[in-house]
């Protein structure tokens, strides 16, 4: 017998916003432009983690684990997306993201050399 989680109020409240968002994307030019802010958002962050770690020069194993991490987290988010076709949109979300960390991690390593 399979126990189902409780479905409390910020776990419904995610999920209407995840909805609505995903609604609110239909149009083509919303959700390109949304997966290009988000793009852009992974890049900001990855180029920031690799410069932070940089001017530290303590941190490089924990910012090294903690990029693995994350990208390991969206690779698995990922694949629990990739079977399910309502849900492309969080598919090219998260694909977003995962590519602007990546590319934000390479150019700094270019930087850095």
């Known amino acids: 017998m399979v126990i189902k ?8 409240f995610v999920i209407d916003n995840l909805k609505t968002i ?3 994307a239909t149009n083509p030019w919303r959700k390109y432009s949304l997966a290009l802010i988000i793009f852009l958002i992974g890049y900001l962050f990855g180029s920031s983690i690799g410069m932070i770690s940089a001017v530290y020069e303590l941190m490089d194993p924990i910012a090294a684990l903690i990029s693995v991490a ?3 987290i ?6 629990y997306l990739i079977n399910d076709k309502l849900k ?7 694909d977003c993201l995962r590519i602007g960390l990546l590319y ?8 850095l050399l």
Do not use: A, C, D, M
């Open 5 to 12: 989680p409780q479905n409390t109020k910020f776990q419904i």
């Open 22 to 24: 995903r609604k609110w």
């Open 70 to 72: 994350v990208i390991e």
């Open 74 to 79: 969206l690779i698995k988010i990922r694949r």
């Open 88 to 94: 492309n949109f969080y598919l090219l979300i998260t």
């Open 104 to 111: 934000g991690f390479f150019t700094e390593s270019l930087k």
